[in-house]
T-cell receptor
């Protein structure tokens, strides 16, 4: 099955700086890569996603890049703000038979230092 | 949030007891999923369902049973709860026209003593 590795497990940045979280996946057939943000005690919320036919996608301060050859994708947050502090999960979906679920990375705890 | 609810939100039970967690959605979405979230493991798929009466195993199905007699409900049953099943359980749904984007319910925190 699919395996997703996520790094780093903890990331501390100064407010206003950029943050980058990286994920690698094992199955080259994976075609969908979402990122979720989870605040303490809350549900994971989708913040951005990318499909394998696209190399980059942006939404205001958030961007995701995908390198299919290297099988890795990254989340970029610019001009970080205190409300960006949360745990971020990357995921990948392998298009096996049926609507099987996502395979998640183990998460990155992003800490924004004031 | 995406018309998905879970009940109960918190549950404490004892080893060996049967527990059922409910997931209910109001959007008539086809696909529903159950995940468990544990420190150090992230989110792991337990079971999923493509439609009523169609279910399949995910990564960690042992010790769990699901059913889906109605499109809007997807209960998860722990037939004989064990301490290792202490976790936060999330249900997720996605629309039939977009089987990629998944929306999560608020979660159920289960403690097995």
């Amino acid at each position: 099955g699919e395996n997703v590795e996520q790094h780093p497990s903890t990331l501390s940045v100064q407010e206003g700086d950029s943050a980058v979280i990286k994920c690698t996946y094992s199955d080259s057939a994976s075609n969908y890569f979402p990122w979720y943000k989870q605040e303490l005690g809350k549900r994971p919320q989708l913040i951005i996603d990318i499909r394998s036919n696209v190399g980059e996608k942006k939404d205001q301060r958030i961007a995701v890049t995908l390198n299919k050859t290297a099988k890795h994708f990254s989340l970029h947050i610019t001009e970080t703000q205190p409300e960006d502090s949360a745990v971020y999960f990357c995921a990948a979906r392998f298009p096996g038979g049926g609507a099987d679920g996502l395979t998640f990375g183990k998460g990155t705890h992003l800490i924004i230092q004031p | 949030d995406a018309g998905i609810t879970q009940s109960p939100r918190y549950k404490i039970t004892e080893t060996g007891r049967q527990v059922t967690l409910m997931c209910h959605q109001t959007w008539s979405h086809s696909y529903m999923f159950w995940y468990r979230q544990d420190l150090g493991h992230g989110l792991r798929l337990i079971y999923y369902s493509a439609a009523a009466d169609i279910t399949d195993k995910g990564e960690v199905p042992d010790g769990y049973v699901v059913s889906r007699s109605k499109t809007e409900n997807f209960p998860l049953t722990l037939e004989s709860a064990t301490r290792s099943q202490t976790s936060v359980y999330f249900c997720a749904i996605c629309r039939a026209d977009s089987t990629d984007t998944q929306y999560f319910g608020p979660g159920t925190r289960l403690t097995v003593l």
